[in-house]
């Protein structure tokens, strides 16, 4: 956390050091107002360095926990959800009821979203300090009771309660979390993968294109127990 600090002052020592080995080959001079002058200027570049080398360890001190892996048995690091991914989530939701678990929330953009709709939400995250911004911004929009979030491993989580399940995986990850979640959902709960989709998996749609794409998969579907009234 440090080295942005000490990569600035070994510049600034290292331009004061060359400066003073220059000076002591050159022959004496009648100070000038422009010499007078120096030790301010020297005074003034400490003083800046002590700024912007303070400011880069502030960032990184900052923005450290919101880049760091969010799960512990596959590398995810926190990426945020772009509007039109919600958008697309949002409408593979359409006529569906029940709770909605949210998994590697991140910065429970997900979440609220769906508790707007009406849906009550959960989301869990690894990351304390996501978690935490999630329920800022949750207490902001009001929406405390219908959008609540959990420091937790998901794989340490049964999905068993949820009807609705949302993931932003990595393709690393998606065969364990497609054998978790055919054990624990009940057949008439739907599975909604963002950026990458379930490799053994049939989508029942797909949404979107690119990185905003969205696949959505039905229990019933993917365990091929279809069932008919």
Request: hydrophobic residues 40%.
């Amino acid at each position: 956390m440090l080295a942005p600090l000490y990569f600035l002052l070994a510049l600034n020592l290292g331009a004061s050091t060359e400066a003073l080995r220059e000076g002591d080959q050159s022959p004496p001079t009648r100070p000038t107002p422009l010499g007078v002058s120096s030790p301010k200027k020297s005074q003034w570049g400490f003083l800046i360095t002590g700024v912007v080398s303070g400011t880069l360890v502030a960032v990184y001190a900052v923005a450290t926990p919101f880049i760091t892996p969010a799960l512990r048995k596959v590398c995810l690091p926190f990426v945020p959800a772009t509007t039109k991914q919600i958008e697309n989530v949002v409408k593979m939701l359409q006529c569906r009821k029940g709770s909605l678990v949210d998994i590697g929330s991140g910065d429970g953009r997900v979440v609220i979203a769906a508790a707007k709709e009406g849906f009550t939400a959960v989301g869990y995250e690894l990351n304390p300090w996501l978690v935490w911004y999630s329920r800022y911004r949750a207490w902001q929009e009001g929406l405390q009771a219908s959008a609540r979030f959990h420091i937790s491993d998901l794989w340490k989580v049964t999905f068993s309660q949820y009807s609705n399940v949302v993931v932003f995986g990595v393709p690393q990850m998606m065969p364990q979390l497609a054998k978790k979640l055919e054990l624990e959902l009940e057949d008439d709960a739907r599975v909604i993968a963002c950026r990458f989709p379930f490799p053994n998996w049939t989508p029942n749609q797909v949404t979107g294109e690119g990185i905003d794409t969205v696949w959505a998969y039905d229990v019933r579907t993917f365990r091929g127990c279809d069932k008919r009234p």
